[in-house]
């Protein structure tokens, strides 16, 4: 029998470490628990939240609905004679653990997406991304329970529409299904990406020359660590905003003022700009705004202090945004899921 808890603190199950409460909480072990839930027709009319590791989220109130924590564990794999990789994960996993255990078992693809938080399930809603990889680049199905229905649907890889940050789950699906578990498609022949960000050279830097997929993700954890604040120490969301991509010729009038703009090919006719280079240049990096603030090796990432409520960290994004567009004529876009 499924226990529906009341009045539960948020507190411990969001990374930004903000304190909000939920009216009703149920934690979710199994799939066919969902099922059980929503035969209660008050939790189809009810606001749901459904919460997996509290990465990706700013809480900027007390939540008055029903929050579902999904717990669903375990991680399996099928190996194909062809040399293919079946890694299948439960929803309630820890992003990381997925990654290190198929780092461990040199099941490659992954290897650039260490040490991002968050769990499984959330990856394909958000097509997680880092150091060139993102989520729909290994992704082959996920099970997603239709609320509607009380059935369990399978998403292939041009079913979730997978964009930058984006995928069906957030668009024209959103609210509708719930995740449950995720299948990669991975290889026993790695193809090594060191092209994007400062892997080659930390690569160098260990004296290695002939990266293994262990060495790449041990040098995407090393990158990350030194930039990126541990959310036990210092509630964060990691990166608060997603890269802006502009028009080619945008960028040009950009450049022409600031020819050390931080960029990327994006597409035909695109640039990707790095959202903290901007941010840093408009003087935010490891500013303090009462509370909150930006962190003092990556101008991307806000941060509590120590009592900030969702509402400030909010309020500090919206300054960090209209400075931005002030500076640049670029309108940066939250990639935090912000929770009213």
């Known amino acids: 029998m499924l226990q529906i808890q009341e009045n539960v603190s948020l507190k411990n199950f969001n990374t930004f470490g903000i304190e909000a409460t939920a009216r009703y909480f149920v934690e979710i072990n199994q799939e066919q628990e969902l099922a059980e839930l929503f035969t209660n027709p008050k939790w189809l009319t009810t606001q749901r939240l459904i919460l997996g590791g509290g990465s990706n989220m700013l809480l900027v109130n007390n939540f008055d609905g029903l929050v579902i924590r999904l717990n669903i564990r375990g991680i399996q794999h099928y190996i194909h004679s062809d040399g293919k990789i079946i890694v299948e994960a439960g929803a309630g996993e820890v992003w990381n653990d997925l990654v290190n255990f198929c780092v461990d078992h040199d099941f490659a693809g992954m290897e650039n997406l260490s040490l991002i938080p968050g769990s499984v399930g959330a990856s394909p809603i958000q097509n997680i991304g880092a150091y060139g990889i993102e989520l729909k ?191 640049f004529g670029v309108m940066l876009e939250r990639e935090v899921n912000i929770v009213s």
């Open 137 to 327: 680049d290994v992704f082959e199905s996920c099970r997603a329970f239709e609320i509607a229905t009380k059935q369990v649907k399978v998403f292939n890889n041009a079913d979730c529409q997978f964009g930058y940050r984006e995928s069906v789950f957030k668009t024209a699906l959103n609210g509708q299904f719930i995740i449950t578990s995720v299948k990669f498609k991975l290889s026993s022949t790695p193809t090594i990406n060191i092209s994007y960000g400062a892997i080659e050279q930390e690569l160098v830097n260990r004296g290695i020359n002939a990266p293994t997929i262990k060495d790449v993700s041990r040098a995407v954890s090393a990158i990350r660590v030194s930039k990126l604040p541990d959310p036990s120490t210092i509630g964060n969301s990691g990166s608060f905003f997603k890269n802006p991509v502009i028009t080619a010729s945008q960028f040009e009038n950009i450049k022409a003022n600031y020819p050390n703009v931080a960029n990327y090919p994006a597409g035909e006719g695109l640039v990707k700009l790095a959202a903290g280079w901007l941010i840093e240049q408009c003087g935010w990096k490891g500013k303090i705004v009462g509370n909150t603030g930006t962190w003092k090796n990556q101008a991307l990432v806000l941060v509590n202090h120590g009592g900030a409520t969702g509402q400030e960290i909010y309020n500090l994004s919206s300054q960090i945004i209209d400075s931005v567009f002030t500076k």
